[in-house]
């Protein structure tokens, strides 16, 4: 199948040369086209122009397309007249396979208690991890799928997701299948990381060493025999796992080959973003709490520094210096952290917004944020993130709009006229 995007007013975020992640200052760069075109067949993006190279055979030869020229072929043309095309938001961090939700502790926030106080009360994670204990595999997988749906309306088409709310063998591999049965089921690109150190479940409390050893040698050896997560993470910091518990989870589950991508630095400077780059972790998220050392140790490594903006909104918290990250010459991604406590929503829309007032991103640096740099700290940018020949054809048209900028400026309105996923209308 062959389907044209012609007349759009802007193509935003084309790589003539894919890159996988963009740093430092490039961050404030980015490439459109306007007038343009966008060329796919069947999954993939083929080409892309202004609209008067169209008519160039170069242009249509690209396609198994055998008509003399790609406007007298038989192909599903969409007209975007004033309107953009974007590459669609990668949310390289999410927990969206939970049971219900927690608008009660949202409750006892609003009257003053803060996300540790709740957690130490048994509420918070437990709480979930308990609800998700009592709900089927069956019903936790509707519940999940709705939340996919709605991220997809919203303009993502890749998603990570985290287990943690099971926190037994049993619950954890429960969240893993249900993860695994999203990503046959839905057209999104789904990467899926094991955190069954994501709080000590209450019948461990006091025995912090021994839920560890749990972890290691009954959780990861199950999920690794059942391929279920592709990256391993563990939430290092102040009142959740140490340093040292953090460093034996990881090699334990880089033994399997699951990569490190860690929750760090959100409560304290825990050490968890060290930690994450002595083990070439893909990501180390949150980042609440970053200094001049732990610049220093992203300097030079892989590791995507992940700013969550809509955590920290929604609990009001100390703000990570993105532009000192930046400033430094750091990449930057932004994402959605989508689950009950801390952050209930996909919105990656939203997301750009509280990037650019919050922490006072430019819309250029943002829209990288969301989009590449997401894509890099899941492991797909080689298939995604961007507007790239050979890419996966996942992209949103927007609805008629003044410029890209209006996008993150609006930041209550729906944009988004037409979703493609792998060259797919939604
Ligand atoms: O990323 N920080 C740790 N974990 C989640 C919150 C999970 C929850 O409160 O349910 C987060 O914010
Ligand atoms: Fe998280």
Redesign the pocket.
Known sequence: MILLIKNIKKLVQVEEQAVAKISGADMAKLATIDNAFLLIEDERIVNFGTMDELTNPSVWKMTSCKADSLLNADIKVIDATGQMVLPSFCDS???IVYAGSREIEYIDKIKGLSYEEIAARGGGILNSAKLLRETSEDELYRQSMLRVEEMISMGTAAVEI?SGYGLTPESELKMLRVIKRIRENSPMIIKSTFLGAHSIPAEYRGRQTEYVDLVISEMIPQVAAEELADYIDV?CDKGFFTVEDTDRILLAGMKYGMRPKI?ANELDYSGGIQVGVKYDALSV??LEFVGDAEIAALQGSNTMPTV?PG?AFFLNMELSPVRKMMNAGLPVALAS?Y?PG??PSGNMKFVMSLGCINYKMTPEEVINATTINTAYAMGISDVAGSIARGKFANVYITKNIPSYEFLPYAYGSNLIDKVIIKGKIQ
């Open positions: 961090h999410t927990h985290k939430f929750h998220d949150h969550l955590a952290d689950n801390s952050s």
